[in-house]
């Protein structure tokens, strides 16, 4: 399997008003995924395009008060989480958030890279890449 980037995040501390720029600056077509209920947190898709062009879609949700970032968080799509969480390890890097599971998306954990750049790795379980 290549590890491609398949999907990005944005955090927000107003959602309507992320919602309302991504909208109208870029075009994207956001909806409401999850709601804390089901999965711990609201969160919504970003389509950034129609699907058989270049790019990836991601998400947004609201930024957390104990995990602020300023930037888009990139999430690498990988064969064995438990094995990549390892190798991150075993070359420098760092597990900056343990394993977890998204219901009915996949395995989750967030990586740090020797330079201090964040990233996340998916094990799809119930949902596939576009």
Known sequence: ??????????QADKIDRAKKFYEKVFG???EK???????????????TG???TPGINGGMYKRPSNHKLKTFDCTI?????????ADV?????????KKMEIPKVGLFAGGKD???NIF???QPTGWKPR
């Open 89 to 97: 390890k075993k070359h420098g890097g760092k597990i900056r958030v």
């Open 120 to 122: 996340g790795m998916m």
């Open 28 to 30: 994207w077509k956001i």
């Open 114 to 116: 020797t330079e201090g």
């Open 1 to 10: 399997m290549a590890h491609r980037v398949i999907h990005f995040e944005i």
């Open 50 to 52: 129609p699907d058989g």
């Open 77 to 85: 799509l990988v064969d064995d989480i438990d094995k990549s969480m």
């Open 33 to 47: 995924m999850m709601s804390a209920g089901e999965s711990g947190m609201d969160y919504w898709g970003l389509t």
